[in-house]
């Protein structure tokens, strides 16, 4: 395995395979011993290592290469942090603040001399003779335009990475600061037009008159355009987007945005998935579309680059002077020569009525948001350099320490050589026919195709009620379809900053399957019987999810305050929930039968406007709280209409009150930056507890099973939750120890693994056949925990192989299947506050799932710098 040296403490002693020397050492590869030895023997531990964190000169840089956040986490690993005095000051970070995470305020002469310096923009010519010789520096660098400042650090033997160099790849999205940056120019372009546009964004009606929307054209749909029109459409602009890459047409349209299209199609698919230069035939008609759109709109932003080349011009003088006067263009390609014609670098100016925006230091007029987002890319860069937790080494075999590395020790070492997750290509078009016609529309072909699709959900519909086993069953099949309908609606309206604390919320809520484990306790003070017993360890492990869920939910929430909001008095939910219960409780104790199932409706009523209140900032409080209600009163409807005996009751208060004592120490004392893991930690218990009601409910309802063939359909559900159980219990432990750093965050591609994952597929089939064919009691236990086994080792192979980045998305597709398990809870116990709250949270969970996915593929939409990549909106 390759690895680099690095300079460390005074003597300087160079470090190689976790070897100290006093000679220069000059080959690059260790040797096969040096290989076999464990990483945390390889590398330099952090607490013999500097990092220098220098004041920014650039003119009108107000960014700092961290936080005093990231200071502190940095400072906890083990490094020394020299900040310069000052340095923080233009993101309104004060010495004081530095010093109170840990670091060194100093002089500039002692950060330089770090062992490595982090920055923000490449060094200037006066910053060169103070870095170290064989130092290493971290920063942005653009080698492609900056060749004599690569040639000038390599001169000094500096070891140089790029944060513009990161490669595109899953697990490296958390180092990706050109997006950071790129997201917060696309938002700051709209505030700037905003702040130079005569008119409101919205459009309103009032006594004084009429005000009609703002018209805006954002060209591009990368990480910036898409930031620009989220922005702009949230403000209650109408939004209009243009891209030559097909696959952007629906990111922007789920941001609300029309797309435009020429008449020519035409696929804008370069090199890796991203744009490229189009026909000569094709930019006449773009062309022709900006003219008529500038003679329509208020405000155009435009967001084009070509790496290490002039911005293309894609709006002429000519189409600025057809614009209204008033109008406002953003040009944030400025730096690089600007996409509009009209466009002067840096300057702020009215030509022809037009206002021009071409500022060049947009990241930098948001230093606090741009320095926190900064500091974190940068500082996860620098601890996935070596093993992450104590030791600092450089693996030359890591694609991203390869891929970002621009300099080793003076020699030159960009470009890498290409990642290994290629992105597939586009099939091109045959030679002569780069331009094709849209291919004509085929409306029958398209109904037909529909009529089909409602063909099957109709007939499938009745041929479940001609399969169901009583009316019981019918009845549950109404309430789940009404439900998962509800789920799939309610989830859509999410802002995505609320993702985490719905997935969170969502999480606390499917602790529910502590009903499934109280209806099989059972026994005295102690259960007495297998299922009492496993009915016990699933309301346990329940009751830690539900308490430690609704907290996390809080803390996440609590993120979004700020000390000048008004006083929320959350306490007053008290009200309503005492209420409830007391009444309740009065109709339960006076005999109304009916009362029960009205309790359930209520508390699955209560979980659905858990969902919908977490869709906005106003309302997410209210959410949570009514999440709260919706579970107590499900779990006090279960305890009111159970004929058990005072001792069972303690038996039941005794594991809820000790797991959810456990869920609430650990949600109240566990770091805020490890709540998005600890909902995943939370999230096995929820696999758990389905797997071992399932296990406890076939044991109980044997004899039924054995005795009544149309019980078939109860079976079939036990196995399903089962299965489903097993693989969201292990996948979410994976996930949780991706998050934590306990496992490799890099994808575990196991040799054959789509053949392990078909063979175990195949192998829980095979249990589930052999499970409905025969009825011995033995045999069918033997095919549960055989699914139970070999759905947990699936969840282990499935999430294994996905990259860190992508573990949100993950948590949210297990949280879904958990929803799933629920459901088959409440079929096989007929408990309709099951069914229920299973299928608000598979659907609203699936949905979740496909707008995250729809997120993280809108942040990889960043144009990488290197050579030979051509134009990138």
């Known amino acids: 395995?390759?690895?680099?040296?690095?300079?460390?403490?005074?003597?300087?002693?160079?470090?190689?395979?976790?070897?100290?020397?006093?000679?220069?050492?000059?080959?690059?590869?260790?040797?096969?011993?040096?290989?076999?030895?464990?990483?945390?023997?390889?590398?330099?531990?952090?607490?013999?290592?500097?990092?220098?964190?220098?004041?920014?000169?650039?003119?009108?840089?107000?960014?700092?290469?961290?936080?005093?956040?990231?200071?502190?986490?940095?400072?906890?690993?083990?490094?020394?942090?020299?900040?310069?005095?000052?340095?923080?000051?233009?993101?309104?970070?004060?010495?004081?603040?530095?010093?109170?995470?840990?670091?060194?305020?100093?002089?500039?002469?002692?950060?330089?001399?770090?062992?490595?310096?982090?920055?923000?923009?490449?060094?200037?010519?006066?910053?060169?003779?103070?870095?170290?010789?064989?130092?290493?520096?971290?920063?942005?660098?653009?080698?492609?335009?900056?060749?004599?400042?690569?040639?000038?650090?390599?001169?000094?033997?500096?070891?140089?990475?790029?944060?513009?160099?990161?490669?595109?790849?899953?697990?490296?999205?958390?180092?990706?600061?050109?997006?950071?940056?790129?997201?917060?120019?696309?938002?700051?372009?709209?505030?700037?037009?905003?702040?130079?546009?005569?008119?409101?964004?919205?459009?309103?009606?009032?006594?004084?008159?009429?005000?009609?929307?703002?018209?805006?054209?954002?060209?591009?749909?990368?990480?910036?355009?898409?930031?620009?029109?989220?922005?702009?459409?949230?403000?209650?602009?109408?939004?209009?987007?243009?891209?030559?890459?097909?696959?952007?047409?629906?990111?922007?349209?789920?941001?609300?945005?029309?797309?435009?299209?020429?008449?020519?199609?035409?696929?804008?698919?370069?090199?890796?998935?991203?744009?490229?230069?189009?026909?000569?035939?094709?930019?006449?008609?773009?062309?022709?579309?900006?003219?008529?759109?500038?003679?329509?709109?208020?405000?155009?932003?435009?967001?084009?680059?070509?790496?290490?080349?002039?911005?293309?011009?894609?709006?002429?003088?000519?189409?600025?002077?057809?614009?209204?006067?008033?109008?406002?263009?953003?040009?944030?390609?400025?730096?690089?020569?600007?996409?509009?014609?009209?466009?002067?670098?840096?300057?702020?100016?009215?030509?022809?009525?037009?206002?021009?925006?071409?500022?060049?230091?947009?990241?930098?007029?948001?230093?606090?948001?741009?320095?926190?987002?900064?500091?974190?890319?940068?500082?996860?860069?620098?601890?996935?350099?070596?093993?992450?937790?104590?030791?600092?080494?450089?693996?030359?075999?890591?694609?991203?320490?390869?891929?970002?590395?621009?300099?080793?020790?003076?020699?030159?070492?960009?470009?890498?050589?290409?990642?290994?997750?290629?992105?597939?290509?586009?099939?091109?078009?045959?030679?002569?026919?780069?331009?094709?016609?849209?291919?004509?529309?085929?409306?029958?072909?398209?109904?037909?195709?529909?009529?089909?699709?409602?063909?099957?959900?109709?007939?499938?519909?009745?041929?479940?009620?001609?399969?169901?086993?009583?009316?019981?069953?019918?009845?549950?099949?109404?309430?789940?379809?009404?439900?998962?309908?509800?789920?799939?609606?309610?989830?859509?309206?999410?802002?995505?900053?609320?993702?985490?604390?719905?997935?969170?919320?969502?999480n606390a809520i499917s602790g529910i399957t502590a009903v499934g484990g109280i209806l099989m306790m059972g026994g005295t003070y102690m259960p007495q019987t297998t299922p009492q017993i496993l009915g016990a360890i699933a309301c346990f492990i329940s009751s830690i999810n539900i308490t430690g869920g609704f907290l996390i939910t809080k803390r996440m929430l609590d993120m979004f305050k700020r000390p000048t909001d008004p006083p929320e008095y959350n306490y007053l939910y008290a009200l309503p929930a005492g209420l409830f219960l007391a009444a309740y409780g009065a109709a339960a104790y006076n005999d109304y039968s009916n009362v029960h199932q009205m309790m359930y409706l209520a508390s699955s009523l209560c979980c659905v406007g858990a969902l919908g209140g977490l869709s906005t900032q106003s309302t997410c409080r209210t959410g949570n709280a009514l999440g709260m209600i919706g579970v107590t009163g499900g779990i006090v409807g279960t305890l009111a209409t159970l004929d058990i005996s005072p001792e069972v009751y303690a038996q039941i208060a005794g594991c809820m009150g000790i797991g959810g004592g456990i869920g609430l120490t650990i949600a109240k004392r566990i770091e805020v930056t490890d709540l998005p893991q600890l909902v995943a930690l939370f999230h096995s218990f929820v696999g758990m507890a389905a797997v071992l009601t399932c296990l406890a409910t076939y044991m109980h309802e044997y004899p039924t099973f054995a005795t009544d063939p149309s019980a078939n359909v109860i079976k079939t559900a036990l196995f399903l939750g089962t299965y489903i159980g097993g693989v969201t219990f292990s996948g979410s432990l994976v996930a949780y120890g991706k998050l934590q750093g306990l496992l490799d965050s890099s994808p575990l591609l196991l040799p054959g693994r789509h053949m392990i994952n078909l063979g175990l597929g195949a192998a829980n089939i095979g249990a589930m056949i052999w499970y409905m064919a025969d009825p011995s009691y033995s045999l069918d236990l033997g095919c549960l925990l055989t699914t139970a086994v070999l759905s947990s080792v699936m969840g282990v192979t499935l999430t294994a192989a996905i990259g860190g980045a992508d573990m949100p998305v993950v948590i949210t597709v297990l949280n879904s299947y958990s929803g799933w398990a629920l459901c088959a809870e409440g079929f096989m116990m007929n408990n309709n506050l099951m069914t229920i709250v299973g299928a608000l949270i598979g659907s609203s969970g699936a949905i979740l799932s496909y707008i995250m996915c729809k997120v993280m593929k809108i942040l990889l939409l960043i144009q990488p710098q290197v050579p030979g990549v051509e134009i990138n909106f």
């Open 1 to 506: 395995m390759q690895l680099l040296r690095a300079y460390v403490g005074a003597q300087k002693a160079s470090i190689f395979c976790g070897k100290a020397v006093k000679q220069p050492i000059n080959r690059l590869m260790c040797t096969k011993a040096e290989k076999a030895e464990p990483k945390a023997a390889r590398g330099t531990p952090y607490k013999q290592m500097t990092i220098g964190i220098p004041k920014e000169i650039f003119k009108n840089e107000n960014r700092v290469a961290i936080s005093p956040v990231v200071t502190a986490a940095l400072a906890k690993k083990g490094f020394t942090v020299n900040v310069e005095a000052g340095a923080g000051v233009g993101a309104k970070f004060s010495n004081q603040d530095y010093e109170a995470a840990g670091a060194r305020v100093g002089d500039k002469n002692k950060v330089y001399d770090s062992d490595i310096v982090l920055k923000v923009r490449a060094p200037a010519a006066a910053e060169l003779p103070l870095l170290r010789q064989n130092g290493t520096l971290i920063s942005f660098v653009y080698p492609a335009q900056n060749k004599e400042l690569v040639d000038q650090l390599a001169a000094k033997k500096i070891t140089l990475f790029g944060m513009d160099c990161v490669p595109r790849i899953s697990r490296a999205q958390v180092f990706d600061a050109l997006s950071s940056m790129s997201n917060i120019s696309g938002y700051k372009g709209v505030i700037e037009a905003a702040n130079h546009f005569g008119r409101f964004f919205t459009g309103q009606i009032t006594a004084a008159g009429k005000v009609p929307p703002a018209k805006v054209l954002v060209i591009g749909g990368g990480v910036a355009g898409l930031s620009a029109i989220g922005t702009a459409k949230s403000m209650g602009a109408i939004v209009r987007g243009f891209d030559t890459r097909a696959e952007v047409k629906e990111q922007v349209q789920s941001l609300g945005a029309e797309f435009l299209e020429v008449d020519i199609e035409e696929s804008g698919e370069g090199t890796g998935g991203y744009a490229k230069e189009m026909s000569p035939e094709f930019i006449k008609a773009e062309m022709d579309l900006f003219m008529k759109q500038c003679k329509e709109v208020d405000i155009v932003i435009t967001t084009a680059l070509i790496p290490g080349k002039p911005a293309p011009k894609l709006i002429s003088r000519e189409m600025i002077e057809a614009m209204r006067d008033g109008s406002v263009v953003v040009d944030l390609a400025s730096e690089a020569g600007g996409n509009i014609a009209t466009t002067k670098p840096g300057e702020l100016y009215v030509y022809k009525g037009v206002t021009h925006v071409g500022y060049t230091d947009l990241p930098s007029r948001l230093p606090t948001q741009s320095s926190t987002l900064y500091g974190n890319n940068i500082s996860k860069l620098l601890l996935s350099f070596g093993d992450g937790k104590e030791n600092y080494y450089l693996d030359m075999e890591d694609e991203v320490v390869r891929g970002s590395m621009v300099l080793h020790n003076g020699e030159l070492m960009w470009p890498p050589p290409p990642p290994k997750e290629i992105v597939q290509p586009v099939v091109a078009a045959k030679a002569g026919s780069a331009i094709v016609k849209k291919a004509e529309v085929n409306p029958f072909k398209d109904r037909l195709n529909q009529s089909l699709v409602y063909s099957t959900g109709l007939t499938g519909i009745v041929g479940f009620g001609a399969l169901a086993p009583e009316a019981s069953f019918t009845t549950m099949c109404t309430t789940f379809g009404l439900a998962g309908i509800v789920g799939y609606h309610t989830v859509w309206g999410v802002v995505p900053a609320l993702h985490s604390p719905l997935m969170s919320v969502t």
